[in-house]
């Protein structure tokens, strides 16, 4: 089992930037794949990026692609969600999520981390 602490998120101003951290522990040498879901107010979550822990691949939502960017601390099994520009729509709760496989599916997340909330005002 891999357990994950997702920290980070706050109140922002639209247009600033935030980073978000998690950091896995446990049996991480089980997924291969650390991914960021969101969940706004009324919504369903959905996918926001992910990437590969070795950093060969990575996937953004469209609405995220080019303000958002994912990396990987290898040595301290963290992960960054470096998030710019900021719009009221990116308002949510924001989580860390784990697994195996390359997708933007949740059916594929082994884990989940607790959650974050960003909120960003106009």
């Known amino acids: 089992q891999v357990q994950l602490v997702d920290s980070g998120g706050g109140l922002a101003q639209a247009g600033s930037s935030l980073r978000l951290s998690c950091a896995a522990s446990?049996?991480?040498?089980?997924?291969?794949?650390i991914s960021w879901f969101r969940q706004a107010p009324g919504k369903e979550r959905e996918f926001v990026a992910q990437?590969?822990?070795?950093?060969?691949?990575?996937n953004y939502a469209d609405s995220v692609k080019g303000r958002f960017d994912i990396s990987i601390e290898n040595g301290k099994n963290t992960m960054y969600l470096q998030m710019k520009n900021l719009k009221p729509e990116d308002t949510a709760l924001y989580y860390c999520?784990?697994?195996?496989?390359?997708?933007?599916?949740?059916?594929?997340?082994?884990?989940w981390g607790q959650g974050t909330q960003v909120t960003v005002s106009s």
């Open positions: 446990g049996r991480t040498w089980r997924t291969t794949v």
């Open positions: 990437t590969t822990w070795n950093g060969d691949h990575s």
């Open positions: 999520a784990a697994g195996s496989t390359l997708s933007r599916e949740e059916r594929h997340v082994q884990s």
